[in-house]
């Protein structure tokens, strides 16, 4: 009898299963808001190695409600201007114009995040805020255009700030055309200088709040802290980007503690993020995804190819342990409630709650690689790209 009862019993909670599904999943957060955390040129390994010794603290903490997600660059080179574009459209190169940070254009009007979410809510129904570290390379310059001669006016002071994050930046005027993503043309018997818009030169206008250039990733907190504060009412969707560690790594090299240590800074001030929204009874209904745009070479100070990076989060409904770059987009417009389907063009990322086709970074850079998005075709390349101007 009790055997009888026990097994009808089992095979009415299967069929319950087996009826709403959903209910066997653990519990889904009601999404209202997401925040995207940046760690810049934070590497996989690192990452991996300071969570098992217990030094990640918040992003374990994350990542226990939620997942950690492998992130392999599998399209656009292994830096900043590609790296978050990519993150914040789910398109490829191809697309956005981004390649790499000397070959690049404005994104197309309409293909970043912030913009997808202002036209889906309406601009008045959401605060899309971006407040960032870096002043170059997640960057919104118009285009430029001028003599060669007014351009080594300009250009020194330039460097000069420059040279404060990457010491190892020459300051020859004509190099530091291409560098910057620009072409000498004659016009006239003179010589011009045309450089292009940065990629969130459109996008930009469109946010509630576009901030960049603050540097010290404690002042990125702070700022976050206090537009958390103001918009607490709101439907947000905020990307706070810290410098660190990719500043560290430059000067100091991928090996070294200044470096690691900048991941453990990059932790801390998210948990201060994290707490303000727990404080404002947020967190509940906002969801948190910790990203790096690229990592650093072996042993080096620059990140010529460093394709394995992460994402770590509280989404409960990740379906996989692995992804690429172009995923995170079309993660938080699926979160927000956006046809995918509907979208124009066809996003290149799937999102994690789906299964997706395996994309793994090849562990070396190969030549096709290198000549499709790394540095070496940059020149000719730009010579052959229209600039437009106001």
């Known amino acids: 009898m009790r055997n009888?009862?026990?097994?009808?019993?089992?095979?009415?909670?299967?069929?319950?299963?087996?009826?709403?599904?959903?209910?066997?999943?653990?519990?889904?957060?009601?999404?209202?808001?997401?925040?995207?955390?940046g760690w810049d040129g934070a590497g996989r390994s690192h990452i991996k190695e300071l969570l098992e010794k217990g030094e990640l603290l918040n992003l374990a903490a994350l990542i226990r409600e939620g997942k950690l997600l492998d992130i392999d660059v599998v399209s656009g080179a292994t830096d900043t201007k590609a790296g978050w574009t990519q993150l914040l459209t789910g398109y490829v190169p191809e697309k956005t114009g981004v390649y790499n940070n000397g070959r690049y254009e404005p994104i197309?009007?309409?293909?970043?995040?912030?913009?997808?979410?202002?036209?889906?809510?309406?601009?008045?129904?959401?605060?899309?805020?971006?407040?960032?570290?870096?002043?170059?390379?997640?960057?919104?310059?118009?285009?430029y255009r001028g003599t060669l001669e007014e351009w080594t006016t300009?250009?020194?002071?330039?460097?000069?700030?420059?040279?404060?994050?990457?010491?190892?930046?020459?300051?020859?005027?004509?190099?530091?055309?291409?560098?910057?993503?620009?072409?000498?043309?004659?016009?006239?018997?003179?010589?011009i200088v045309e450089i292009p818009g940065k990629p969130w030169y459109h996008a930009s206008k469109y946010l509630d709040l576009w901030i960049n250039g603050l540097e010290e990733s404690k002042k990125v907190a702070e700022r976050a802290i206090a537009e958390l504060e103001k918009r607490k009412s709101r439907r947000f969707f905020f990307f706070i980007h810290f410098?660190?560690?990719?500043?560290?790594?430059?000067?100091?090299?991928?090996?070294?503690?200044?470096?690691?240590?900048?991941?453990?800074?990059?932790?801390?001030?998210?948990?201060?993020?994290?707490?303000?929204?727990?404080?404002?009874?947020?967190?509940e209904k906002t969801l948190v995804y910790v990203v790096a745009d690229h990592g650093f070479d072996k042993g080096g100070k620059s990140h010529l190819y460093a394709p394995f990076v992460f994402a770590g989060t509280n989404d409960t409904t990740?379906?996989?342990?692995?992804?690429?770059?172009?995923?995170?987009?079309?993660?938080?417009?699926?979160?927000?409630?956006?046809?995918?389907?509907?979208?124009?063009?066809?996003?290149?990322?799937?999102?994690?709650?789906?299964?997706?086709?395996?994309?793994?970074?090849?562990?070396?850079?190969?030549?096709?690689?290198?000549?499709?998005?790394?540095?070496?075709?940059?020149?000719?390349?730009?010579?052959?790209?229209?600039?437009?101007?106001?």
């Open 108 to 143: 197309p009007e309409g293909y970043t995040v912030f913009e997808r979410l202002e036209k889906f809510f309406g601009p008045d129904k959401i605060d899309t805020v971006a407040i960032i570290g870096k002043k170059f390379h997640v960057d919104n310059d118009p285009p």
């Open 154 to 191: 300009f250009i020194p002071e330039r460097l000069k700030e420059m040279k404060k994050t990457y010491p190892n930046t020459g300051i020859e005027p004509v190099s530091a055309v291409y560098r910057e993503g620009g072409r000498i043309v004659e016009k006239e018997g003179r010589q």
């Open 243 to 283: 410098a660190q560690p990719d500043h560290r790594g430059h000067r100091f090299g991928e090996n070294s503690h200044k470096y690691t240590d900048g991941i453990r800074l990059d932790d801390k001030y998210s948990g201060w993020i994290i707490d303000k929204l727990k404080a404002l009874g947020l967190y």
């Open 4 to 37: 009888n009862f026990v097994k009808s019993t089992f095979l009415g909670l299967l069929a319950l299963l087996l009826i709403h599904p959903a209910q066997a999943q653990a519990v889904r957060k009601e999404v209202k808001n997401i925040v995207v955390i």
């Open 318 to 390: 990740v379906v996989r342990s692995e992804g690429t770059r172009e995923d995170i987009a079309t993660t938080i417009l699926r979160k927000f409630g956006l046809d995918l389907f509907g979208i124009e063009p066809k996003l290149d990322g799937y999102p994690f709650d789906m299964q997706a086709p395996t994309r793994k970074a090849n562990p070396e850079l190969t030549e096709e690689y290198r000549h499709k998005y790394n540095y070496v075709d940059n020149m000719e390349n730009n010579a052959k790209k229209e600039i437009e101007y106001d």
